[in-house]
């Protein structure tokens, strides 16, 4: 086609307007492809990690029962817990006490204030209040554990001092029991946080029917609002207990490194991560039983958090509550 020498071709609106959406759509497919494959790779990476993991302390676990000549029942279930006698002991009960003894006392204290909390943010507490102590609150979560376990060492321990030593008893300088009022505080965080964004997510319907019958606020809070978001209660919970499963260094400033098994809460004892970090930055050679025997622990400790966030996820699938 010819133009006159004064004309100049003109591009259609129409077929300008449809190169346009075909560049955004270009764009727009190249986009999701890139994000669709930074998610799959960042799922893979997340698989492979805890494969890796669950490889290394197996192959390594393996590795002890077979130079230490050490029977999965006797570590299991054995009370004695000696690496360097002679023979070696390695009865891992006193660990799993400790361990399990720290997490019972950091419940006892974190679950109620978590939870009594969360119903004060998601039922009591005006708009303004709560958006200054939701997060305040959750600074707590971001202060280093060592910093807990200095905390427990020269100032919980001292106050306990105090306090019990005039009644006859005596308080070990490393206690469980200081180690428990840390770890308790350190995971209220997470039972107030996970346990306020579930009571915020029931429905405001249920609450309006329960103050047209002529509920309180309180009856509304524990007998409507609670058990409607009770499976998400519970998994804040177990995961809750879980953290304090495996807190590490909180547990070693406060609670020692004696493996023991006692109901004294004012004694040494000694967890499972304490024994890891104690061989750790011990003499033991790599190879030997008594290094190879930190991978053992680990994975059970592994096996222990695993099966706690399993059975998180479980009551959370099994009792959920689905509103419309």
């Keep these: 086609m010819s133009f006159p020498a004064d004309a100049t071709p003109r591009t259609s609106p129409a077929l300008a307007e449809r190169d346009l959406w075909a560049g955004h759509s270009r764009a727009a497919m190249i986009y999701e492809a890139a994000v669709t494959i930074g998610l ?38 054995g009370t004695v817990l000696r690496p360097d006698a002679e023979p070696p002991r390695f009865g891992i009960v006193p660990l799993i006490w400790g361990t399990f003894l720290v997490a019972a006392g950091s419940s006892m204290i974190a679950l109620p204030i978590g939870l009594f909390s969360a119903i004060f943010l998601s039922e009591y507490a005006p708009r303004g209040v709560r958006a200054v102590l939701k997060p305040a609150l959750e600074l ?22 105090r306090i019990f030593e005039p ?10 029991l200081s180690a428990c009022i840390v770890v308790g505080v350190m995971i209220i965080p997470l039972v107030s946080s996970l346990s306020e964004d579930v009571l915020s997510s029931v429905p405001r319907g249920l609450r309006e029917a329960a103050y047209g019958l002529g509920a309180t606020k309180f009856e509304v809070s524990t007998r409507v609002v609670l ?18 499963v495996g807190e ?19 004694t040494s004892i000694e967890t499972m991560t304490t024994y890891i970090v104690q061989i750790i930055q011990g003499d033991a050679s790599y190879g030997e039983p008594k290094y190879l025997s930190l991978f053992a622990v680990g994975l059970t400790l592994f096996a222990i958090t695993l099966t706690l ?16």
């Design 40 to 77: 799959i790779l960042s799922a893979v990476i997340t698989i492979l990690t805890t494969i890796g993991i669950i490889l290394v302390l197996g192959v390594q676990s393996y590795e002890f029962f077979t130079t230490a000549h050490v029977g999965l029942g006797e570590f299991l279930f």
């Design 309 to 324: 966030n399993i059975l998180s996820g479980w009551v959370l699938r099994r009792y959920r509550e689905v509103y419309q």
């Design 227 to 244: 058990p409607a978001g009770l499976s998400g209660v519970f998994a804040s919970f177990i995961l809750a207990i879980s953290r304090a």
């Design 140 to 161: 707590l979560a971001g202060i280093p554990t060592i910093v807990y376990g200095y905390v427990a060492l020269l100032l919980v321990t001292p106050v306990l001092k």
């Design 167 to 176: 009644m006859g008893l005596a308080v070990s300088t490393y206690n469980a």
């Design 248 to 266: 590490t260094m909180a547990v070693v400033l406060a609670a020692g490194q004696r493996p023991q098994l006692t109901l004294n809460p004012l």
